[in-house]
């Protein structure tokens, strides 16, 4: 199942929001298949060591990592890397963040590719309500998000 909502909240189909720095010159996306999670594993290191564990920096690492597993299918090593950017986003900003509600789809969106709607949908529902909070409902990544869940 491929699943893209507008604006990058879901970014399954993408690559990863930002790549780490050596990769920053590069301009055209790279295959999935053939990326490498050596330097997103790196960059997640030296954040951890820069910042702490608990950083936003550290969480937005962690997502870009998640990202590249899940494009890749690798959906046991990235469930636990956007649980950890969730909880550090949800610690540093509050509930309601937009962070938050980008990593909520990601997540839900990485178990509804799994066909565990029981667990993605209660997600896609919060990020939902988060965005259309923030963003009004007319907002093309609240018609997105709307319209997965109404697609699932």
Do not use: K, M
Request: contains cysteine.
């Amino acid at each position: 199942r491929q699943a893209a909502v507008a604006g990058g909240a879901v970014r399954s189909e993408s690559t990863p929001t930002r790549q780490p720095q050596q990769h920053q010159q590069q301009q055209q996306p790279i295959g999935l298949d053939t990326e490498d999670p050596a330097p997103f594993q790196a960059e997640l290191a030296g954040r951890e060591r820069q910042y702490g564990p608990n950083h936003p920096a550290v969480a937005e690492s962690c997502s870009n990592l998640a990202i590249l597993y899940n494009q890749r299918g690798d959906y046991v090593a990235a469930q636990p890397l956007y649980e950890r950017a969730l909880a550090i986003y949800e610690g540093t900003y509050g509930p309601h963040h937009e962070e938050v509600a980008h990593t909520l789809t990601d997540l839900a969106v990485l178990h509804l590719e799994q066909g565990d709607d029981a667990v993605g949908r209660p997600l896609l529902e919060r990020a939902l309500a988060i965005q259309e909070a923030a963003l009004g409902p007319d907002h093309p990544d609240v018609v997105a998000i709307r319209d997965v869940l109404n697609s699932e």
